[in-house]
């Protein structure tokens, strides 16, 4: 009975590849007896979700869109999880990061030329980000106050103190909405279509913008940093064993701060391809739950950036196609779009690990050769 409970050893490329595709699919399966059970052709609706979100131009941009406020925050819980943290607090973190931005913008943006207020938007960005998240990870790191908890917290504390900033101090004079001036357009960061104008190619306007690059060269960052640098080895090190990274020489506040504050930074981001990309200016509402989504992206992604980068397209997918669908299907409502959703990261999450002994089986049977069950512990050793 005790074996049962031990870990199964899948190679990496299964974990990360193959595993996600086998959670997707059963969580697709279940959604498909769920639309059958209120009277719709499963088939019909996956056939309309693809082509909402892949069919066009404009549809691709759209879930592209989507996608990139889910790298950055998706990135962000990774890079803490790495660290042995639980990172719960990105949506504070992408509020604050945002407000950073926007805040420079506001100052700056009339005096400087775009390509000096967009890169130091990016930094305004990181560094409010990394701020709102350093102090969490101070009272994790030397008062043991548990992240999960404090981070929580600070979501609650950041959506007050902007819709402070914006009702009181921000907010345009003789504009009933609760949103700031417009920012001036060298805080403007191009659109995907004008960039492509740029060299002569038509492309339909649509929110995507220039940021898709960062959350990209962000993704490649990451992967640098946690795989191929020491930072992220001794990073890694104390998300497995603080215990054993401090025998090492290796100081675990110092990474637990590093780490969440990595994670704040990304998660700032959030505003560059909302605020700078699409609004022009400082909204209330503009994070709308991409922090927590940043949470099921990781999982499914398996918390490395190339997982990331794939779990954030079918997400941008499902955000797009479900519009199609709800135009399209008399009927069909965003809260079944909403249920896949949850059934994608109650497979990924919660169940992540039911199909991995029948992986692992059929991997052995391939190699031709017993399934290796991994002692409990022995992955840190």
């Known amino acids: 009975?005790?074996?049962?409970?031990?870990?199964?050893?899948?190679?990496?490329?299964?974990?990360?590849?193959?595993?996600?595709?086998?959670?997707?699919?059963?969580?697709?399966?279940?959604?498909?007896?769920?639309?059958?059970?209120?009277?719709?052709?499963?088939?019909?609706?996956?056939?309309?979700?693809?082509?909402?979100?892949?069919?066009?131009?404009?549809?691709?941009?759209?879930?592209?869109?989507?996608?990139?406020?889910?790298?950055?925050?998706?990135?962000?819980?990774?890079?803490?999880?790495?660290?042995?943290?639980?990172?719960?607090?990105?949506?504070?973190?992408?509020?604050?990061?945002?407000?950073?931005?926007?805040?420079?913008?506001?100052?700056?943006?009339?005096?400087?030329?775009?390509?000096?207020?967009?890169?130091?938007?990016?930094?305004?960005?990181?560094?409010?980000?990394?701020?709102?998240?350093?102090?969490?990870?101070?009272?994790?790191?030397?008062?043991?106050?548990?992240?999960?908890?404090?981070?929580?917290?600070?979501?609650?504390?950041?959506?007050?103190?902007?819709?402070?900033?914006?009702?009181?101090?921000?907010?345009?004079?003789?504009?009933?909405?609760?949103?700031?001036?417009?920012?001036?357009?060298?805080?403007?960061?191009?659109?995907?279509?004008?960039?492509?104008?740029?060299?002569?190619?038509?492309?339909?306007?649509?929110?995507?913008?220039?940021?898709?690059?960062?959350?990209?060269?962000?993704?490649?960052?990451?992967?640098?940093l946690l795989w191929k640098s020491r930072a992220g080895y001794e990073l890694r090190a104390v998300g497995h064993s603080p215990d054993a990274a401090h025998y090492a020489g290796i100081r675990p506040r110092r990474q637990i701060m590093l780490a969440m504050m990595l994670s704040g930074a990304l998660a700032g981001q959030v505003g560059i391809n909302e605020l700078a990309g699409v609004q022009g200016r400082l909204l209330l509402d503009y994070v709308v739950g991409a922090g927590f989504t940043g949470i099921a992206v990781s999982l499914i992604g398996r918390n490395h950036p190339v997982g990331i980068v794939l779990a954030s397209l079918l997400f941008g997918a499902l955000y797009q196609g479900g519009a199609e669908l709800a135009f399209e299907i008399p009927g069909f409502s965003r809260d079944m779009v909403t249920t896949l959703q949850g059934l994608i990261v109650l497979f990924s999450g919660a169940l992540a690990m039911v199909a991995a002994p029948w992986l692992a089986k059929a991997y052995a049977l391939l190699r031709r050769q017993p399934a290796a069950v991994q002692p409990a512990g022995a992955a840190h050793g």
């Open 1 to 224: 009975m005790a074996a049962s409970h031990q870990p199964i050893e899948l190679p990496k490329w299964i974990d990360v590849g193959v595993l996600p595709l086998v959670n997707l699919a059963m969580a697709l399966f279940v959604a498909g007896i769920v639309v059958a059970g209120i009277g719709l052709d499963p088939v019909q609706v996956i056939a309309l979700l693809v082509k909402g979100a892949f069919g066009s131009k404009a549809g691709i941009s759209y879930t592209a869109y989507y996608a990139t406020t889910f790298v950055f925050t998706g990135l962000a819980v990774a890079v803490a999880f790495h660290g042995g943290l639980f990172n719960i607090g990105g949506e504070g973190q992408a509020m604050i990061g945002g407000l950073g931005s926007a805040l420079l913008a506001l100052w700056l943006s009339d005096k400087l030329p775009a390509p000096v207020m967009l890169p130091l938007m990016i930094l305004g960005g990181a560094v409010a980000g990394a701020a709102w998240a350093a102090v969490p990870a101070a009272l994790q790191a030397w008062r043991g106050s548990h992240v999960v908890i404090t981070t929580i917290m600070f979501n609650f504390i950041a959506s007050a103190l902007l819709s402070y900033l914006l009702v009181n101090v921000l907010k345009e004079p003789g504009n009933m909405a609760v949103e700031s001036r417009a920012f001036g357009d060298s805080a403007h960061m191009p659109g995907i279509n004008e960039a492509l104008g740029w060299i002569g190619i038509e492309w339909p306007k649509t929110p995507l913008n220039l940021s898709v690059l960062l959350a990209v060269a962000s993704a490649i960052g990451v992967w640098l």
